[in-house]
C-alpha cells in the first residue's frame, strides 16, 4: 500500500496466479474508489447510489408520495434512494424494484423477479402498484462482447426498450432516467424520447467514473399514450 499524488492510501492488487489482468485492474480500482467506500460507511447497496443522489439534487426527479419503478434494479443502491426520497420507508410513496436476478430486501421497496421486457410485465407492474407511476428508471448496461459497435446497439437497444416500457407504465407528466454511453448511435432514441417527453437532456453526475463515457438520459414531462 502507498500514497497516491493526493495523499490518499492507494490499494495495490498483486498480479500473478489464476487472476486476469482485467481482473486484477477492475479489483485494484474498486478499492481505491472514494465512492465505494463511501458506499460501505453510509450502507449503500453500490457506489450507483451516489449517481442517483446527485442527479435529483440538481432536478428534483423524486418527490413525496411518487410512485417509481426501478428497472434491474439489483443489487438495489438506486431502489435504497428512491425509497427515502418519496417516503416510501414511511408507507408515504410507492417503490417496486424489478429485476431478473434476486434482491435481498429493502424497507419500503417492493421487489418483483421477472423480466420487464416481458409483455405481461406492464400488467403486473400496474397491478402491485395499483395503477400508473410517476418515475421510470433505469441503471442497466448491456452485456458487452467486446466488438465496440456491436456493443453501442446493444446498449442503446435496450435503453430503447426501456423507455418503450416507460411509456406504457407512466403517468402523463411522468419521468424517465437511464443510463447511456456517449456514441452516435443513439440518434432513433434521442427522436423516440422527444417524441414522447416534453423536455429531454443529458446529464452526467461526478459520480460516474471521469474516464467512463457514462452519462444519463432524463426524459420529463411524458406526453401519455397516444
Same mark, same amino acid.
Given at each position: 500500500?502507498?500514497?497516491?499524488?493526493?495523499?490518499?492510501?492507494?490499494?495495490?492488487?498483486?498480479?500473478?496466479?489464476?487472476?486476469?489482468?482485467?481482473?486484477?485492474?477492475?479489483?485494484?480500482?474498486?478499492?481505491?474508489?472514494?465512492?465505494?467506500?463511501?458506499?460501505?460507511? %453510509? #450502507?449503500?447497496?453500490?457506489?450507483? &447510489?451516489?449517481? @442517483? *443522489? +446527485? $442527479?435529483?439534487?440538481?432536478?428534483?426527479?423524486?418527490?413525496?408520495?411518487?410512485?417509481?419503478?426501478?428497472?434491474?434494479?439489483?443489487?438495489?443502491?438506486?431502489?435504497?434512494?428512491?425509497?427515502?426520497?418519496?417516503?416510501?420507508? %414511511? #408507507?408515504?410513496?410507492?417503490?417496486? &424494484?424489478?429485476? @431478473? *436476478? +434476486? $434482491?435481498?430486501?429493502?424497507?419500503?421497496?417492493?421487489?418483483?423477479?421477472?423480466?420487464?421486457?416481458?409483455?405481461?410485465?406492464?400488467?403486473?407492474?400496474?397491478?402491485?402498484?395499483?395503477?400508473?407511476?410517476?418515475?421510470?428508471?433505469?441503471?442497466?448496461?448491456?452485456?458487452?462482447?467486446?466488438?465496440?459497435?456491436?456493443?453501442?446497439?446493444?446498449?442503446?437497444?435496450?435503453?430503447?426498450?426501456?423507455?418503450?416500457?416507460?411509456?406504457?407504465?407512466?403517468?402523463?407528466?411522468?419521468?424517465?432516467?437511464?443510463?447511456?454511453?456517449?456514441?452516435?448511435?443513439?440518434?432513433?432514441?434521442?427522436?423516440?424520447?422527444?417524441?414522447?417527453?416534453?423536455?429531454?437532456?443529458?446529464?452526467?453526475?461526478?459520480?460516474?467514473?471521469?474516464?467512463?463515457?457514462?452519462?444519463?438520459?432524463?426524459?420529463?414531462?411524458?406526453?401519455?399514450?397516444?
Amino acid at each position: 500500500m502507498a500514497k497516491d499524488k493526493t495523499g490518499r492510501m492507494h490499494v495495490t492488487v498483486k498480479s500473478g496466479g489464476k487472476r486476469k489482468l482485467s481482473s486484477k485492474l477492475w479489483l485494484e480500482r474498486q478499492l481505491n474508489d472514494p465512492y465505494v467506500m463511501q458506499a460501505k460507511r %453510509d #450502507g449503500y447497496r453500490s457506489r450507483a &447510489a451516489y449517481k @442517483l *443522489l +446527485e $442527479m435529483d439534487d440538481k432536478h428534483r426527479i423524486l418527490k413525496p408520495g411518487m410512485s417509481v419503478v426501478d428497472l434491474g434494479a439489483a443489487p438495489g443502491g438506486w431502489s435504497q434512494i428512491a425509497a427515502k426520497r418519496v417516503g416510501a420507508v %414511511d #408507507g408515504k410513496g410507492k417503490v417496486v &424494484a424489478i429485476d @431478473l *436476478l +434476486e $434482491m435481498p430486501e429493502i424497507p419500503g421497496v417492493t421487489f418483483a423477479q421477472l423480466d420487464f421486457l416481458d409483455d405481461s410485465a406492464p400488467d403486473k407492474l400496474r397491478a402491485m402498484m395499483g395503477g400508473d407511476v410517476d418515475v421510470v428508471m433505469s441503471d442497466m448496461a448491456a452485456n458487452t462482447t467486446g466488438h465496440r459497435k456491436t456493443d453501442q446497439l446493444r446498449i442503446v437497444g435496450l435503453v430503447e426498450t426501456a423507455a418503450a416500457f416507460a411509456c406504457e407504465v407512466l403517468k402523463p407528466g411522468g419521468t424517465f432516467v437511464a443510463k447511456v454511453f456517449q456514441s452516435g448511435a443513439d440518434a432513433t432514441l434521442q427522436a423516440q424520447l422527444k417524441r414522447d417527453f416534453t423536455a429531454v437532456k443529458h446529464v452526467k453526475p461526478a459520480a460516474s467514473r471521469a474516464d467512463s463515457s457514462e452519462r444519463y438520459v432524463l426524459a420529463t414531462g411524458f406526453r401519455g399514450q397516444t
